[in-house]
T-cell receptor, first 116, second 110 residues
């Protein structure tokens, strides 16, 4: 099973809402990632967790709050977002932790977020 | 800072022709290079991973080569099909950085 599962697939929220994106992998991978992708652009790294600890925060605004409750699960909590935060949010995982040769990166199908 | 370039941004080929996609990078200190496929509005699907010690990888109709010394990788897709229409991205990993190119948007014309 080389699957990374993301829910929900689509999310529409107002600027005052609080919502969460969820990502799961059952491949025993040690690193999990959140990426943001705008139309016709490559993915931009937001956060990296290695062994359930935050390794990288790419200066992401605090209205995005990541959480890694266990080795298989990664959440992204959203609060007070702006319309410009509308994008495809992608989760990924890799066998080896960040900082080593991570090996193959596996992506989920993404959560399409629209902020009104 | 690693810069990954994919040119051209978009291309069209007739069905049956071989596709050749190029990726160049500025920093050869990489662990690996990975090719992905992305369909509109979807996630990234891993196609091939080449470790820095390898020269090429093959999977079915796909073949990817890596020349670290010249900072280049090439993805070959043999006998292209309309289902190969997608955006293809390459990404390098090294120095704690995963760097993506902007992708090649490919249309295979039936």
């Amino acid at each position: 099973d080389t699957e990374v599962t993301q829910t929900p697939k689509h999310l529409v929220m107002g600027m005052t809402n609080k919502k969460s994106l969820k990502c799961e992998q059952h491949m025993g991978h040690r690193a999990m990632y959140w990426y943001k992708q705008k139309a016709k652009k490559p993915p931009e790294l937001m956060f990296v967790y290695s062994y359930e600890k935050l390794s990288i925060n790419e200066s992401v605004p605090s209205r995005f709050s990541p959480e890694c409750p266990n080795s298989s699960l990664l959440n992204l909590h959203l609060h007070a977002l702006q319309p410009e935060d509308s994008a495809l949010y992608l989760c990924a995982s890799s066998q080896a932790p960040w900082g080593s040769n991570t090996g193959e990166l596996f992506f989920g199908e993404g959560s399409r977020l629209t902020v009104l | 800072k690693q810069e990954v370039t994919q040119i051209p941004a978009a291309l069209s080929v007739p069905e049956g022709e071989n596709l050749v996609l190029n990726c160049s990078f500025t920093d050869s200190a990489i662990y690996n290079l990975q090719w992905f496929r992305q369909d509109p509005g979807k996630g990234l699907t891993s196609l091939l991973l080449i470790q820095s010690s390898q020269r090429e990888q093959t999977s079915g109709r796909l073949n990817a080569s890596l020349d670290k010394s010249s900072g280049r990788s090439t993805l070959y897709i043999a006998a292209s099909q309309p289902g190969d229409s997608a955006t293809y991205l390459c990404a390098t990993y090294g120095n704690n950085r995963l760097a993506f190119g902007k992708g090649n948007q490919v249309v295979v014309i039936p």
